[in-house]
């Protein structure tokens, strides 16, 4: 089993930042990248950012490309999501997740419980 802890969501306002962390743990062999993801109410979730636990290669939705960069730190288990700029339509539960293979379009196999990011403008 795979467990994934998000953190870091709050209330913020339009033009601010915050920094999302997502913790893994458990049996992770295998699951070489984490995404985040992201859904609003009433909207289909939508990509964020993905990235895999060795090499540099990012992966950015189009919404977000410039204002979020997502890292990790092997050490930790940890992987992250500093989000700049932020708009009123970045407002959603973040979801982070594992899987075989960083991307956008690909499967992921394990998510965490969300945290909520609301952006007032």
């Known amino acids: 089993q795979v467990h994934l802890v998000e953190s870091g969501g709050g209330l913020v306002q339009a033009g601010g930042s915050l920094r999302l962390s997502c913790a893994r743990s458990?049996?992770?062999?295998?699951?070489?990248?984490m995404a985040w993801f992201r859904q609003a109410p009433g909207k289909e979730r939508e990509f964020v950012a993905a990235?895999?636990?060795?090499?540099?290669?990012?992966y950015y939705g189009d919404s977000v490309k410039g204002r979020f960069t997502i890292s990790r730190d092997n050490a930790k288990n940890t992987v992250y999501l500093q989000m700049n700029s932020l708009k009123s339509e970045d407002t959603a539960v973040y979801y982070c997740?594992?899987?075989?293979?960083?991307?956008?379009?690909?499967?992921?196999?394990?998510w965490g419980q969300g945290t909520q990011v609301t952006v007032s403008s």
């Open positions: 997740a594992a899987g075989p293979v960083a991307g956008r379009g690909v499967e992921y196999d394990y």
């Open positions: 458990g049996r992770t062999f295998g699951l070489s990248a």
């Open positions: 990235i895999r636990w060795t090499g540099t290669s990012t």
